[in-house]
């Protein structure tokens, strides 16, 4: 498994960036949570389930991503299963957040939310299946897929986390 054992680095600092933020995401949540209602409970708990759970749900799989890769394998065939199955999962969450998107009354999406919510993760999660089922041929650019991928969910999980935050006090606040 020397082709893995050159991304250890990669995926310690993904990996531990990744469950830095689900922790820190947590807190903010709970930090909003405690704010005084609007009195539109429902409406804002669809909104939470198509903006703030991807949040978490990118955050997860790319820590998840780092565990995967980072384990002492004796073979490659293992982690590419593992890495498969988390990226037909990443799919199939995808399309659960468009319904959850338009579903939810709280909020009317824009471009960036479509962009960040669902091209991005979509793109990130395709790239992750692909890199999996190409792996036992291209094992070197199949790590670069994944390790793609996991940079990805990290980077839109940053962004709208901070999307997140910044609607809540400066829009919300008013």
């Given amino acids: 498994m020397t082709a893995i054992a050159g991304w250890q680095n990669f995926y310690v600092i993904i990996g531990s960036s990744a469950g830095a933020l689900i922790g820190l995401q947590f807190v903010v949540l709970s930090l909003i949570s405690n704010r005084s209602s609007s009195g539109r409970g429902d409406a804002d708990a669809g909104a939470a389930a198509a903006f703030a759970t991807p949040t978490i749900i990118h955050f997860a799989t790319a820590l998840v991503l780092s565990a995967i890769l980072s384990a002492p394998w004796k073979e490659v065939e293992p982690a ?32 960036e939310d479509w962009l960040f919510h669902v091209l991005l993760p979509f793109a ?29 969910l990290l980077l839109i999980g940053i962004h709208n986390a901070w999307d997140g935050v910044t609607y809540h006090v400066f829009v919300r606040r008013h």
């Fill in 80 to 111: 590419t299963v593992l890495c498969g199955l988390l990226g037909i999962g990443g799919l199939v969450y995808t399309i659960l957040v468009i319904r959850r998107m338009r579903r939810q009354t709280a909020y009317r999406p824009q471009f």
């Fill in 124 to 152: 990130s999660y395709i790239t992750l299946t692909i890199s999996a089922f190409v792996a036992r041929s291209h094992v070197y650019e199949a790590l670069f897929g994944v390790g793609a991928s996991a940079l990805l």
